[in-house]
Protein backbone atom coordinates (compact mmCIF):
# COMPACT_ATOMS: atom_id res chain seq x y z
CA UNK A 1 0.00 0.00 0.00
CA UNK A 2 2.04 3.30 -1.14
CA UNK A 3 -0.62 5.61 -1.56
CA UNK A 4 0.13 7.55 1.69
CA UNK A 5 -1.77 10.75 0.84
CA UNK A 6 -5.14 9.31 -0.71
CA UNK A 7 -4.59 6.40 2.59
CA UNK A 8 -4.87 9.83 4.91
CA UNK A 9 -7.45 11.04 3.37
CA UNK A 10 -9.68 8.29 3.48
CA UNK A 11 -8.72 6.35 6.74
CA UNK A 12 -11.78 7.35 8.83
CA UNK A 13 -13.27 4.28 9.24
CA UNK A 14 -9.85 2.42 10.45
CA UNK A 15 -9.28 5.46 12.52
CA UNK A 16 -12.51 5.33 14.32
CA UNK A 17 -12.35 1.35 14.92
CA UNK A 18 -8.89 1.50 16.78
CA UNK A 19 -10.16 4.40 18.64
CA UNK A 20 -12.87 2.64 20.15
CA UNK A 21 -10.36 -0.45 20.89
CA UNK A 22 -7.79 1.92 22.25
CA UNK A 23 -10.10 2.78 24.46
CA UNK A 24 -11.72 -0.42 25.50
CA UNK A 25 -8.24 -1.74 26.85
CA UNK A 26 -6.98 1.63 27.99
CA UNK A 27 -5.71 -0.28 31.12
CA UNK A 28 -4.11 -2.92 28.89
CA UNK A 29 -2.14 -0.57 26.62
CA UNK A 30 -0.81 1.59 29.99
CA UNK A 31 0.63 -0.94 31.23
CA UNK A 32 2.83 -1.94 28.12
CA UNK A 33 6.27 -0.77 29.44
CA UNK A 34 9.58 -0.72 27.66
CA UNK A 35 10.17 -1.03 23.81
CA UNK A 36 6.54 -1.45 21.96
CA UNK A 37 6.19 -2.11 18.31
CA UNK A 38 3.51 -0.88 16.11
CA UNK A 39 2.57 -4.03 13.33
CA UNK A 40 1.30 -2.15 10.32
CA UNK A 41 1.63 0.95 11.50
CA UNK A 42 1.21 2.31 7.83
CA UNK A 43 1.54 6.43 7.78
CA UNK A 44 2.12 6.97 11.49
CA UNK A 45 -1.03 8.92 12.82
CA UNK A 46 -2.64 6.34 14.58
CA UNK A 47 1.01 5.27 16.18
CA UNK A 48 1.41 8.66 17.25
CA UNK A 49 -2.04 10.10 18.01
CA UNK A 50 -4.20 6.80 19.79
CA UNK A 51 -1.18 4.74 21.18
CA UNK A 52 1.66 6.70 21.89
CA UNK A 53 -0.11 8.40 24.33
CA UNK A 54 -1.93 5.42 26.19
CA UNK A 55 1.32 3.77 26.67
CA UNK A 56 3.50 4.90 29.71
CA UNK A 57 5.40 8.00 29.55
CA UNK A 58 8.98 5.82 29.48
CA UNK A 59 7.80 3.37 26.79
CA UNK A 60 9.72 3.54 23.46
CA UNK A 61 7.40 2.91 20.27
CA UNK A 62 8.56 1.71 17.32
CA UNK A 63 6.12 2.03 13.69
CA UNK A 64 6.82 -1.49 11.98
CA UNK A 65 5.48 -1.39 7.72
CA UNK A 66 6.05 -3.34 4.85
CA UNK A 67 5.60 0.01 2.62
CA UNK A 68 8.19 1.93 2.41
CA UNK A 69 6.13 4.62 1.48
CA UNK A 70 4.45 4.61 4.82
CA UNK A 71 7.45 4.36 6.91
CA UNK A 72 9.39 7.29 4.95
CA UNK A 73 6.52 9.50 5.32
CA UNK A 74 5.91 8.41 9.20
CA UNK A 75 9.98 8.92 9.99
CA UNK A 76 9.78 12.63 8.06
CA UNK A 77 6.78 13.74 9.85
CA UNK A 78 7.31 12.54 13.78
CA UNK A 79 11.18 12.32 13.37
CA UNK A 80 11.09 14.72 16.38
CA UNK A 81 9.60 12.75 18.55
CA UNK A 82 12.32 10.79 20.69
CA UNK A 83 10.22 8.14 21.99
CA UNK A 84 9.25 7.16 18.24
CA UNK A 85 11.13 5.24 15.25
CA UNK A 86 10.01 4.08 12.37
CA UNK A 87 10.61 0.82 10.05
CA UNK A 88 10.67 -1.37 7.36
CA UNK A 89 9.18 -4.93 8.21
CA UNK A 90 7.59 -7.89 6.40
CA UNK A 91 5.73 -9.47 9.34
CA UNK A 92 5.10 -12.26 6.51
CA UNK A 93 8.90 -12.62 5.72
CA UNK A 94 10.17 -16.54 5.87
CA UNK A 95 13.79 -15.16 7.62
CA UNK A 96 12.77 -12.65 10.32
CA UNK A 97 15.77 -10.30 10.67
CA UNK A 98 18.00 -11.44 13.51
CA UNK A 99 18.02 -8.57 14.90
CA UNK A 100 14.59 -7.73 15.61
CA UNK A 101 14.17 -11.06 17.70
CA UNK A 102 13.34 -10.76 20.67
CA UNK A 103 13.71 -7.17 20.81
CA UNK A 104 10.17 -5.87 22.08
CA UNK A 105 8.47 -5.63 24.90
CA UNK A 106 4.86 -5.59 23.91
CA UNK A 107 3.47 -5.28 20.28
CA UNK A 108 0.07 -3.34 19.05
CA UNK A 109 -1.40 -4.25 15.46
CA UNK A 110 -4.29 -2.54 14.05
CA UNK A 111 -6.28 -2.69 10.81
CA UNK A 112 -3.50 -5.01 9.08
CA UNK A 113 -3.26 -8.55 9.49
CA UNK A 114 -6.18 -9.28 7.47
CA UNK A 115 -3.81 -7.93 4.30
CA UNK A 116 -1.32 -10.98 5.62
CA UNK A 117 -1.29 -14.37 2.61
CA UNK A 118 -0.09 -16.47 5.56
CA UNK A 119 -1.61 -15.38 8.69
CA UNK A 120 0.21 -18.42 10.99
CA UNK A 121 3.62 -16.94 10.01
CA UNK A 122 2.53 -13.59 10.55
CA UNK A 123 2.02 -14.79 14.41
CA UNK A 124 4.47 -16.60 14.93
CA UNK A 125 6.65 -13.93 13.66
CA UNK A 126 4.88 -11.69 16.52
CA UNK A 127 5.51 -14.35 19.03
CA UNK A 128 9.55 -14.60 17.73
CA UNK A 129 9.59 -10.40 18.33
CA UNK A 130 8.62 -10.57 22.07
CA UNK A 131 10.52 -11.06 24.83
CA UNK A 132 8.91 -13.34 27.07
CA UNK A 133 5.92 -12.01 29.26
CA UNK A 134 5.34 -10.05 26.02
CA UNK A 135 1.53 -9.00 25.24
CA UNK A 136 -0.10 -8.62 22.00
CA UNK A 137 -3.12 -6.42 21.54
CA UNK A 138 -4.68 -6.98 17.51
CA UNK A 139 -7.55 -5.61 16.04
CA UNK A 140 -8.31 -6.85 12.30
CA UNK A 141 -11.27 -7.57 9.19
CA UNK A 142 -12.65 -10.88 9.60
CA UNK A 143 -15.00 -10.07 6.90
CA UNK A 144 -16.59 -7.35 5.05
CA UNK A 145 -18.67 -8.19 1.06
CA UNK A 146 -16.24 -5.78 -0.57
CA UNK A 147 -13.66 -8.21 -0.81
CA UNK A 148 -15.71 -10.08 -2.97
CA UNK A 149 -15.78 -7.42 -5.12
CA UNK A 150 -12.83 -8.99 -6.23
CA UNK A 151 -13.19 -11.75 -6.96
CA UNK A 152 -15.82 -10.60 -9.62
CA UNK A 153 -13.93 -8.15 -11.48
CA UNK A 154 -11.12 -10.93 -11.46
CA UNK A 155 -14.06 -13.10 -13.75
CA UNK A 156 -13.58 -9.89 -16.51
CA UNK A 157 -11.03 -10.57 -19.38
CA UNK A 158 -10.43 -6.87 -19.56
CA UNK A 159 -9.19 -6.63 -15.75
CA UNK A 160 -8.20 -10.24 -15.49
CA UNK A 161 -4.61 -9.99 -16.56
CA UNK A 162 -3.85 -7.18 -13.62
CA UNK A 163 -5.42 -8.85 -11.03
CA UNK A 164 -4.36 -13.10 -11.60
CA UNK A 165 -3.55 -12.78 -7.94
CA UNK A 166 -6.61 -11.41 -6.51
CA UNK A 167 -7.40 -14.71 -4.57
CA UNK A 168 -4.55 -13.49 -2.04
CA UNK A 169 -6.17 -9.73 -1.40
CA UNK A 170 -9.30 -11.89 -0.05
CA UNK A 171 -8.74 -12.30 3.57
CA UNK A 172 -7.84 -15.44 5.26
CA UNK A 173 -10.83 -15.19 7.61
CA UNK A 174 -13.15 -13.78 5.04
CA UNK A 175 -13.83 -17.15 3.86
CA UNK A 176 -13.95 -19.18 6.78
CA UNK A 177 -16.89 -20.33 8.71
CA UNK A 178 -15.91 -19.49 12.31
CA UNK A 179 -13.09 -17.04 12.14
CA UNK A 180 -13.34 -16.74 16.29
CA UNK A 181 -12.26 -20.11 16.57
CA UNK A 182 -9.68 -20.35 13.96
CA UNK A 183 -8.11 -17.30 15.29
CA UNK A 184 -7.44 -18.77 18.70
CA UNK A 185 -6.88 -22.29 17.57
CA UNK A 186 -3.88 -20.39 15.58
CA UNK A 187 -2.91 -17.98 18.48
CA UNK A 188 -2.84 -21.41 20.69
CA UNK A 189 -0.69 -23.51 18.57
CA UNK A 190 1.54 -20.30 17.82
CA UNK A 191 2.37 -20.82 21.74
CA UNK A 192 0.35 -17.68 22.83
CA UNK A 193 -1.86 -17.55 26.30
CA UNK A 194 -5.19 -16.20 25.07
CA UNK A 195 -6.37 -13.26 27.10
CA UNK A 196 -9.40 -12.31 24.83
CA UNK A 197 -10.52 -13.50 21.84
CA UNK A 198 -13.71 -11.72 20.33
CA UNK A 199 -15.71 -11.39 16.82
CA UNK A 200 -17.71 -8.26 16.77
CA UNK A 201 -20.43 -6.75 13.94
CA UNK A 202 -19.38 -3.39 13.26
CA UNK A 203 -21.34 -0.77 10.69
CA UNK A 204 -19.86 2.91 9.31
CA UNK A 205 -22.05 5.23 7.20
CA UNK A 206 -20.13 6.52 4.28
CA UNK A 207 -21.72 10.29 3.64
CA UNK A 208 -22.59 9.60 -0.54
CA UNK A 209 -20.50 7.25 -2.94
CA UNK A 210 -17.96 9.10 -3.65
CA UNK A 211 -16.49 9.03 -0.11
CA UNK A 212 -16.24 5.28 -0.19
CA UNK A 213 -14.74 5.61 -3.52
CA UNK A 214 -11.97 7.27 -1.95
CA UNK A 215 -11.96 4.70 0.87
CA UNK A 216 -12.14 1.75 -1.36
CA UNK A 217 -9.08 3.09 -4.25
CA UNK A 218 -7.28 4.00 -0.81
CA UNK A 219 -6.82 0.53 -0.28
CA UNK A 220 -6.89 -1.47 -3.39
CA UNK A 221 -4.15 -3.33 -4.12
CA UNK A 222 -4.48 -3.43 -8.04
CA UNK A 223 -5.18 -0.04 -9.14
CA UNK A 224 -1.44 0.83 -9.50
CA UNK A 225 -1.64 -1.91 -11.88
CA UNK A 226 -4.06 -0.76 -14.20
CA UNK A 227 -3.33 0.97 -17.55
CA UNK A 228 -3.94 4.40 -17.41
CA UNK A 229 -6.69 3.97 -20.49
CA UNK A 230 -8.50 1.76 -17.78
CA UNK A 231 -8.10 3.18 -14.64
CA UNK A 232 -11.20 5.39 -14.68
CA UNK A 233 -13.40 2.29 -16.18
CA UNK A 234 -12.14 -0.08 -13.66
CA UNK A 235 -12.54 2.64 -10.80
CA UNK A 236 -16.03 2.93 -12.38
CA UNK A 237 -16.76 -1.40 -12.32
CA UNK A 238 -14.88 -1.51 -8.92
CA UNK A 239 -17.38 0.79 -7.08
CA UNK A 240 -20.54 -0.56 -8.63
CA UNK A 241 -19.45 -4.28 -7.60
CA UNK A 242 -18.61 -2.54 -3.84
CA UNK A 243 -21.76 -0.72 -3.76
CA UNK A 244 -24.29 -3.09 -5.61
CA UNK A 245 -23.41 -5.11 -1.60
CA UNK A 246 -24.06 -2.32 0.54
CA UNK A 247 -27.03 -0.54 2.14
CA UNK A 248 -28.12 2.61 0.50
CA UNK A 249 -30.45 5.33 2.00
CA UNK A 250 -31.47 8.87 0.33
CA UNK A 251 -29.04 11.55 2.20
CA UNK A 252 -29.15 14.58 0.00
CA UNK A 253 -31.32 15.73 -3.03
CA UNK A 254 -30.47 18.59 -5.07
CA UNK A 255 -32.42 19.51 -8.38
CA UNK A 256 -29.70 17.30 -10.34
CA UNK A 257 -29.19 14.28 -8.46
CA UNK A 258 -30.26 12.36 -5.56
CA UNK A 259 -27.26 11.47 -3.56
CA UNK A 260 -27.11 7.86 -1.20
CA UNK A 261 -25.71 7.28 1.92
CA UNK A 262 -23.85 3.98 2.44
CA UNK A 263 -24.07 1.74 5.22
CA UNK A 264 -21.13 -0.93 5.44
CA UNK A 265 -21.57 -3.43 7.46
CA UNK A 266 -18.58 -5.65 8.69
CA UNK A 267 -16.96 -8.05 11.15
CA UNK A 268 -13.93 -7.35 13.03
CA UNK A 269 -11.58 -9.80 15.57
CA UNK A 270 -9.69 -8.96 18.37
CA UNK A 271 -7.21 -10.82 20.55
CA UNK A 272 -5.26 -9.55 23.31
CA UNK A 273 -2.67 -12.33 24.00
CA UNK A 274 0.81 -12.91 26.01
CA UNK A 275 4.05 -14.93 25.27
CA UNK A 276 4.57 -17.32 28.28
CA UNK A 277 7.74 -16.48 30.48
CA UNK A 278 8.68 -20.02 30.23
CA UNK A 279 7.75 -22.48 27.11
CA UNK A 280 6.28 -26.08 28.35
CA UNK A 281 7.39 -29.04 27.66
Not at 22 to 37: A, L, Q, S, T
Not at 78 to 88: A, E, I, P, Q, V
Not at 193 to 222: D, G, M, T, W
Amino acid sequence: MERVEEYLNANKLQYRDTSEIVEEFDKEIGEMRGRCVDIGCGPGDVTTELILPKLPRDALLVGADISNAMVDHATKKYRDNRRLSFLRLDIETSSLPQEQIARYDNAVSFYCLHWCHNTRRAFENIYKLLRPGGKVLTMFLAYNDGFDAYVRIHENPRYQPYMQDAHKFVPFFHRCNDSRGTLRTILEDTGFKVLHCSKREKSFVFPNIQILKKYALAVNPFISRIPEDLKEEFEDVLIREIVSQKILFPSKADKCQQEYSVLDRYHILVAYVQKPYTVMQ
